[in-house]
């Protein structure tokens, strides 16, 4: 080992290098060197040419160094300042302190302090930290970064956990490339018969009878693109459950992904089990009337509802009975629900008044669907109450309304607008009547199918009455050509 630089170092006298190295040897060495006396006045002060971040600070000369050194700084100074004064140091000590220039900016160095040959005089060679504290700064940033990041990672798998498991249908996460189960919920260990944890991370396709895994995987993928492809049809290894797998397909990280809900004949039944339950209790405890007639209308089933809209005791009062018994126009209101809902399987929003079994008359909307359900034919029918919203209708909404047809047209309404300063406001007053009119003679003949005496009857006119209007408006022929159509 070569030992020259330590003999010469070592050596009793002092080396033999000249002031100018000296001093040069200093500022390089150190990013700051200070020549301060005891009393901490600043007798020299050199920045190193190799820094120039630190400016220059040549006012700092003959000044006192506390001038420039930050409050929580001066205490760590004052007292290496009295241990020199009382020649209490023997050996180099370190401190690090905050400087600011008058420029009001400030710099964090780390001083070592050397004793020299004149008690009174300490050399301070100085460190500059900005680079560290700069990198400092930077990693707390990161780990701030870094926690804020997992506290998100961690809420979003919280929620993804809560919704897996509280999913009541079966879901299996299955990696693409490897064909094996990433992540399941219970339903799904439970389907395939085995403890969810035993499950991660092995192959999906061992868990069904009679599979490869290339081609099921490929399958799964293949079903989950074509959107006319059903679910893919499976038996279980362990429970010999026949199942059906509804796959979809998604990226995630790059990498492809499968989300298969699996869905047993079990789970299938369940599910109309709870629907048959939900719709009894709307049935019963709903607030609107609920009736179920045969293909003649007579009632088969009606809920507490309409009970108390006809002031029924019970079931049995209204059982087997005609529900045009119940309605203003009878056989008429009937009839225009059933051919309606018959034609289109449902009708929807017809207007007309249900009566008592005291007299008592009430304004209702009913809207009528068809049932076609094992061979026998019926209709269902939800009435609600309106008589409290008879206050709020405009009286034309309410005509429409009864007629079971739609308001005024545009176009009627601008041919009556465009009489305004040509006619006197009784001719239009007069026309709008008309177009009124003839619209709720026109619904009315639609709705009766172009039954005449029916459309009389709800129209509240005489038959005579009906076909002289029917004459006016140019309607008679055109009806006539309709029925023989």
Known sequence: MNTRGSEFLDQPQAPPIGPEQFNEIVTTAADLAIVLDTQGTVKSVITNPLNPTLGRLDHWKDRDIREFMAEDSLSKLESQLEAYREGQKKAVDAIEVNHFDNANWEFPIRYTIHKTNNPDIILM????????????????????????????HRDYETRYRVIMEAARDALVLVDVASGRILDLNSSAAQILGAEADSLTGSAFTQEFEGRRRGEFIEGLVLSAGDEAGGPVQVTTRRGKADVATHPTVFRAAGEKSLLCRIETAKS?????????????????????????TDGHGAIRSANDAFLGLTDAGSLADVKGKSLGEYLARGSVDLKVLTDNAARSGKMRMYATRLEGAYGSQLSVELSATHLNAGGASGFAFVIRDTSRMEVVREPAATMASMSGGSPVSDDAMRNVMDLVGSAPLKDIVAATTDVVEKMCIETAVELTDNNRVAAAEMLGLSRQS??????????????????SN
Not at 126 to 136: K, N
Not at 271 to 282: I, K, N, P, R, Y
């Open 466 to 483: 009906l076909y002289v209007k029917l004459r006016k408006y140019g309607l008679l022929n055109k009806n006539d050509r309709n029925a």
């Open 268 to 292: 299938v039944e369940t599910v109309a089990a709870e629907l048959s339950t939900t719709l009894a209790q709307l049935y019963r405890e709903g607030p609107d009337a609920i009736v179920v």
């Open 125 to 152: 060679l100085g460190r500059d930290l900005r680079p560290i504290a700069e990198l400092q700064h930077r990693l707390v940033k990161a780990q701030l970064a870094l926690e804020k990041d997992y506290e998100t």
